[in-house]
C-alpha cells in the first residue's frame, strides 16, 4: 500500500518470535487476522526453526532480529556476555552491571549480533529492522555494537525504545521502566537525536487491561510513522523454562485479534519496516 499524507503509518511487531511454539502460533495468529504487521525473531531458541517455517508462509510480514544475549547460549564464542562456568548468557541484573562497568567488550557484543543477523537471512528471511530481548540493545557498549554490526548487515532500521514525552497517560510502572531505558540510552549515546519512528508498547504490558490502554492509544497517536510493541502467543511449557512473561501474551493476543481493535486498526496505513 502506498503512503498518503493524511494517514498516519503503524507497524505493529510482535516480538519473540522464535522464543516458544506458542508464541510463534499466536503472532502468526494475529498477523492473519490483520492486526500484526511485523516480528521480532530470537534465532539462538529451540523454536526457531518453528518460527522460520511459520514466517515462510506468511511473505506479507515483516521480520527482524529480536537480538537475544539474555536467554540461552551465544552463536560465538563471547566471553564476555557469557557466564564463564556454564557458557549460558548472563542474567538480566547482571549483564546489565556488566555494561555499566566496562565488563563488556564491544568486539563480542559486534560480533554476536552479526552473526544472529546472518543466521535469520541464512534461514531465508529478510532482516528489516533490529531490536531487543528486554531492550538490552541500548546499554552502554552494546548499543554501539549493535549499530554497527546492523549498519555493516545493510539494515535500516535499530529501535529506539524511548516514548515521546508528550503528556499521555502512563502507569508508573510503565513510567519507571521507561525513565530506566532513557538513561540507558544517555549513557551509550549522549545527546544524539532520537529515531524518527515514533515508539510505543511498554504501558501497554501486563494485567488484564490491554484493551483498554490500547484503545485510546490508538486513538491518540499524530501523523508519521509509529511502532507498536506488542506480545501476543500462547503460554506453554517451553516459554514458560524461558520467560515469565506468559499469561499476558494471552490476553494480547485475544486483544489484537478482537473486533473491537482491528475496527480501530483501519484509520492507519499498517505496513512494516521493510516498506519505509
Given at each position: 500500500m ?12 510482535a ?13 502468526l ?6 492486526a ?17 517455517r ?25 566471553l ?40 535469520l ?15 538490552v540493545?541500548?546499554l552502554?557498549?552494546v ?71 490500547l ?14 510493541m ?13 520467560d ?20 480501530a ?12
Open positions: 502506498d503512503a498518503t499524507p493524511d494517514r498516519p503509518r503503524l507497524i505493529v511487531n516480538d519473540d518470535l522464535g522464543i516458544a511454539e506458542g508464541v510463534n502460533r499466536g503472532i495468529e494475529a498477523h492473519r487476522a490483520g500484526v504487521t511485523s516480528a521480532s525473531v530470537m534465532v539462538n531458541l529451540p523454536a526457531f526453526g518453528h518460527a522460520v511459520l514466517a515462510s508462509d506468511a511473505p506479507s510480514l515483516g521480520t527482524g532480529l529480536h537480538f537475544n544475549i539474555l536467554a540461552g547460549r551465544p552463536l560465538t564464542p563471547a564476555s556476555i557469557v557466564h564463564p562456568r556454564t557458557g549460558n548468557f548472563h542474567s538480566f541484573g547482571a549483564l546489565v552491571r556488566r555494561a555499566f562497568s566496562g565488563r563488556l567488550r564491544f568486539a563480542d557484543v559486534y560480533a554476536e549480533c552479526a552473526a544472529q543477523i546472518a543466521r537471512r541464512d534461514a531465508g528471511l529478510a532482516v528489516t529492522h533490529v531490536d531487543s530481548h528486554r531492550h540493545h541500548v552502554p557498549v548499543w554501539p555494537a549493535v549499530r554497527r554490526a546492523a549498519e555493516d548487515a545493510g539494515v535500516p532500521h535499530v529501535r529506539v525504545p524511548l516514548r515521546p514525552v508528550d503528556g499521555a497517560p502512563r502507569g508508573l510502572v510503565a513510567a519507571a521502566k521507561q525513565s530506566m531505558l532513557a538513561a540507558w540510552y544517555r549513557a551509550a549515546n549522549g545527546d544524539s537525536p532520537p529515531s524518527p519512528v515514533r515508539f510505543e508498547g511498554i504501558a501497554l504490558m501486563g494485567g488484564d487491561g490491554f484493551a483498554r490502554r484503545l485510546p492509544l490508538l486513538a491518540a497517536l499524530p501523523a508519521g510513522v509509529t511502532e507498536l506488542v506480545h501476543p502467543g500462547y503460554d506453554d511449557a517451553e516459554l514458560a523454562a524461558i515469565p512473561y506468559r499469561s499476558a501474551r494471552e490476553i494480547e493476543l485475544r486483544a489484537l485479534t478482537s473486533p473491537a481493535v482491528l475496527e486498526l483501519r484509520p492507519f496505513e499498517l505496513t512494516h519496516f521493510g516498506r519505509l
